[in-house]
Structure formats: structure tokens, C-alpha cells
């Protein structure tokens, strides 16, 4: 017997749709192909024995600890030495200002509980993370949204937008932004930009979520503080994560804000998850004291710089002169523009046949726009696969294009 549970469905729920990204991956198993779509770590960077060690080591140590309920805001060592970190990037903070959460998700969905309503206005970038995208969307909320160049997203659009909306009396809540390595186009927000941004954020009143995964993923240029490093009135709420520079698995993110903010917060997560894993958290914070995330962070951005090299020039060598990429400074992906009367989503199936995988850059944009772009991501594939991959990609855009 088939039963159909829609209506006895929250409205949240309805709303929640699966990604195409999803279905994309569930191909992705196939073994000889050659996948760009995934956004995931690539295993090489996982220090097994390290934390094979530790974890030993910490179940010896506080057996009871570790394995006991933990309270809500973390693990107070984890707390300390987040803290420690978050202030050599200019960050004034103590740990009472540090939350820990399960990954960066759970810190942008804890904060859209904090401050959305149903109908409630959203600023994000266009093209944005399309996990944060459909969160967004399950709270039901209005999406407006702002371009991003090679700087990041365009503040003078953005204060335009806000000008705007303030003449129609809609005071938006929060401005949800990503400015390392942004994912997915891999472009950077230039300081002034930032501290612009925190400008705005006073004058609109709003609240900033800056989410920041990828900070540590640099491999050129010089660091830019955080936006939380210009913020002088606690409006920004910072988030970033274990994921991407230890592992996703152990599911730690952080959250560094307001005080104020930070005890709404705990409310929250204590009634979903009562805190992040114990264990993990022990785990990473004796992982941070030993040292060894700083001695593995240098290997970890040799291996994707390598692999973003060999992507850079497979595509000079093998892209129609036509494409446009970004070339980030780090992060894990880069961005393609294809001519406009390419459709990615329909080359997304011809690639399949010729077994090479990526991402139609469509999904990432609030309004569905940019039909013609791509993200590529170098983290996981081999150099060889790689060079493989892009020759058959770009393969399939000559061919199409030759058939418009
Ligand atoms: C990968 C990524 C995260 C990390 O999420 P976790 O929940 O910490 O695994 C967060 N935000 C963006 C934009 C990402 O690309």
C-alpha cells in the first residue's frame, strides 16, 4: 500500500526540496568517472594515524568526559583555543564569544532560526552555496540578491538594494556572505569591501553572517581579516569549520558573535542537538594544542594548489578561447563562464556519457540565472583525471557549440 505523508507535512517541510546536486552524486559512484561536481575534502588530507592517536589518548585521559553529555556552547579547551586563533586574525574575542556547532551548516541554519521569520527579507550573494540556499528556502523567507565580481560582492549594488528596500519600508534581517574562496565562483571580498559591508550593516540594521570554511585554504596572496575583524557594534556573526582543513566527518564548526547572541543561540541548538559530539570536540582541541593542524595546513594547501595548477592548465589547453574562468587563490574550486547560448544544465547530461561529472552553475544562483556557467572542483580527482577530464569537457563544449 502506498501512503502519500504530504499533509501531515510542516510547511517547513513541503518547502525542504533534494538538491540536483544529490542525484549528480549518486552517479558520481560510477567508478570510471571523472568527477568535478563534488565539493568534499579530498581523503589525502585526513591525518588518520594522528587522530587515530589522539583519540586513543583522550579516551584514556578523560574516559568520562569525552563520552558524557557536554554542555551546549562546547568543549571549554576548544572554546579557549578557537578564541586564541580568531584574535591572531584580528578578531577580538573570548571564549564566552565562541559557540561550537556540528559543521558551518549547522551555524548558518541555527542562525536563520535566530533571526527569520516566515516572509522575513534575506540578502545573499548571487551565485551562492546552494546548502545555505535551500535552508534559506525552507524558512520560507524572501531572497534578494547581489552580484559578485572579482572583488566580491558588489557593495555599491548592495547598498543601491538597501536604499530600495527601505523606500518600501522591508528592513531586511540579514546579509548571508562568504567572502573567502567563495563557493562557488572562488572570488575573494576585498577589504574595503569589508569593512563597507559592516558600514551598511550600521546604517540598515542588519546582521552579518559571514561564513568562512575556506580561510586556511589560501595559497596565494596575503590574508584579508575577516569581516568580524572590522565590526564594531557585535552585528556580525562569524561561522567556519573543521571541515575543510581536518574533517567533515567530525562535524565541528564554530560560531564567534555578541554574547547576547551567542546564549540565543545555545537555546536553540540545546533543544536540537544538546552539543556538538564530545568526542570529536576533545579530538580537535588536542589536535589544535599538539600543533598539528599548523604543521598539516601547509600540506593540505600544497595539494590543492597542485591540483588547481593542473586544472588552470588543462583548460587553457583544452577550452574553447571563448570560456572564462576565475582563478582563486585558494579554496577547492573555480568558476566557468561559458558563450550565453550554452546551456550547462543540458551539457550536464553529454558530459555524463563521456563519464566527466560537474556542477551547472544554474543551482547556485537565488533567481536561476546563469545558465551558461559551471563550477569545477579540483579537490577530489587525480592530476591525471583531472587533465583527462577537462580535455573531455571541453570536448563537449566545442561540439556544442559547433551545433548552436
Ligand atoms: C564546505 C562549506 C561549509 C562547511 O560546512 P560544514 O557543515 O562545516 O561541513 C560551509 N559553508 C560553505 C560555503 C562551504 O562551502
Not at 583519540?55 to 576548544?78: C, F, K, R, W
Request: aromatic residues 8%.
Amino acid at each position: 500500500m502506498t501512503v502519500d505523508f504530504n499533509h501531515l507535512y510542516s510547511e517547513r517541510a513541503r518547502n525542504l526540496i533534494a538538491s540536483d546536486i544529490r542525484e549528480i552524486l549518486k552517479i558520481m559512484r560510477e567508478p570510471d568517472l571523472i568527477s568535478f561536481a563534488g565539493g568534499m575534502p579530498n581523503p589525502d588530507t585526513f591525518p588518520i594515524s594522528v587522530i587515530g592517536e589522539i583519540a586513543q589518548d583522550v579516551l584514556n585521559d578523560s574516559i568520562t568526559e569525552s563520552l558524557q553529555y557536554g554542555v551546549t556552547e562546547g568543549h571549554m579547551p576548544l572554546r579557549e583555543a578557537l578564541a586564541d586563533r580568531m584574535r591572531m586574525r584580528g578578531v577580538e574575542c573570548e571564549p564566552e564569544n565562541i559557540l561550537v556547532t556540528s559543521g558551518a551548516q549547522q551555524a548558518v541554519d541555527l542562525t536563520s532560526q535566530l533571526l527569520l521569520d516566515p516572509q522575513a527579507c534575506v540578502l545573499t550573494e548571487s551565485p551562492t552555496f546552494v546548502a545555505a540556499l535551500i535552508g534559506l528556502r525552507g524558512y520560507r523567507v524572501k531572497i534578494h540578491s547581489v552580484s559578485l565580481d572579482e572583488e566580491g560582492i558588489i557593495v555599491d549594488i548592495l547598498e543601491e538594494k538597501l536604499k530600495g528596500l527601505h523606500l518600501a519600508g522591508i528592513h531586511p534581517r540579514m546579509l548571508y556572505v562568504i567572502p573567502n574562496f567563495q563557493n562557488p565562483k572562488g572570488v575573494t571580498m576585498s577589504e574595503p569591501r569589508r569593512k563597507k559591508i559592516v558600514d551598511l550593516a550600521n546604517e540598515f540594521d542588519f546582521i552579518v553572517l559571514e561564513d568562512d570554511p575556506y580561510y586556511n585554504l589560501r595559497f596565494e596572496g596575503d590574508h584579508i581579516p575577516p569581516i568580524k575583524a572590522f565590526d564594531d557594534s557585535g552585528r556580525v556573526i562569524y561561522a567556519s569549520s573543521f571541515s575543510k582543513i581536518l574533517s567533515p566527518g567530525m562535524r565541528i564548526g564554530w560560531i564567534v558573535s555578541h554574547r547576547d547572541i551567542i546564549r540565543k543561540i545555545t537555546l536553540l541548538k540545546q533543544t536540537s542537538d544538546v552539543s556538538t559530539n564530545v568526542l570529536s570536540q576533545c579530538i580537535a582541541a588536542e589536535y589544535l594544542s599538539k600543533g598539528h593542524l599548523d604543521k598539516q595546513l601547509p600540506k593540505i594547501r600544497e595539494l590543492y594548489h597542485r591540483k588547481q595548477k593542473v586544472m588552470l592548465s588543462s583548460l587553457e589547453e583544452y577550452f574553447p578561447s571563448e570560456a572564462r574562468w576565475t582563478r582563486p587563490q585558494g579554496g577547492m574550486f573555480l568558476w566557468v563562464e561559458l558563450p550565453e547560448n550554452i546551456d550547462t544544465q543540458q551539457l550536464q547530461s553529454k558530459a555524463l556519457e563521456r563519464k566527466v561529472a560537474f556542477i551547472h552553475g544554474s543551482l547556485f544562483f537565488p533567481d536561476g540565472s546563469g545558465r551558461n556557467t559551471m563550477r569545477l572542483s579540483y579537490s577530489h580527482p587525480t592530476d591525471d583525471q583531472i587533465r583527462e577530464g577537462i580535455q573531455r569537457l571541453g570536448e563537449v563544449i566545442k561540439e556544442e557549440m559547433r551545433a548552436r
